[in-house]
């Protein structure tokens, strides 16, 4: 059978997490050149990830009819099955 969890176990998890969090949240608030610098690229990595969904909500489609190959046969689109037969061996 098992074993129920031990709640000790969890709650130092959760003690640990919440000190993380508080730690955090003091550094977040200190005007330190290094938390600066974390605002900055924090700040940054958020608008390219916010600009790069728009733009694949916007060419997504357009991208992706671009690069997909139009055909019957093969798995990939138009690409044979097999390989050509090369008559020099």
Known sequence: ???PWDFEFLSRIVDGFVSFLSEFVDDWLANDMRVSIFKILFSWLVVS???IHFAWR?????????YYRQGTSGQNGGTPDTAPHRSGW
């Open 1 to 3: 059978m098992e074993e």
């Open 58 to 66: 916007v060419y997504g489609n357009t991208v992706n009819d671009m």
């Open 49 to 51: 990830l916010i600009a």
